[in-house]
C-alpha cells in the first residue's frame, strides 16, 4: 500500500501562486494515474486535476481550467500540482491520490489510495 504525501500548501493571497507536491517514497508512482482533489468546509471532496499513468493525458475541473497545471516527474517519483491565479474560492484540504484506471477519472470513487492532504488558504 503507498504512503503518499502531500506537500506545499500554505497561506496565499487572492491572485497568488502555490505549487504542490505529492511523493510516494517506497512506490513507484509511474504504474498510476494520479489525482488531486480538495475538500472545502462543509463541502463534498472534488476533482481538480488528474494526469495518466504515461504523463500524456491530463484532465481539469472547470473550475480550474487555465489556472492549475498538474505534472509529473518519473526520475523523482512526484507529481506535482502548480496553481496559479488563485481565488478565495481554492481554498481547502488538497489531497493525492493513485488509480490503477487508464484514462483521467476526476470520480473519487476511482481512486484506490489517498494521502492525508495539505492545506491551501487563499485569504487577503
Known amino acids: 500500500q503507498p504512503h503518499l504525501v502531500e506537500s506545499g500548501g500554505g497561506l496565499v493571497q487572492p491572485g497568488g501562486s502555490l505549487r504542490l507536491s505529492c511523493a510516494a517514497p517506497g512506490f513507484t508512482l509511474s504504474y498510476y494515474g494520479l489525482g488531486w482533489f480538495r475538500q472545502a468546509p462543509g463541502k463534498e471532496r472534488e476533482g481538480v486535476s488528474c494526469?495518466?499513468?504515461?504523463?500524456?493525458?491530463?484532465n481539469y475541473a472547470d473550475s480550474v481550467k487555465g489556472r492549475f497545471a498538474i505534472s509529473r516527474d518519473l526520475e523523482k517519483n512526484t507529481v506535482y500540482l502548480e496553481m496559479n491565479s488563485l481565488k478565495p474560492e481554492d481554498t481547502g484540504v488538497y489531497y493525492c491520490a493513485v488509480t490503477p484506471i487508464v484514462g483521467t477519472p476526476l470520480e473519487a470513487e476511482e481512486y484506490d489510495y489517498w494521502g492525508r492532504g495539505t492545506q491551501v488558504t487563499v485569504s487577503s
Open positions: 494526469i495518466s499513468s504515461d504523463g500524456l493525458n491530463t
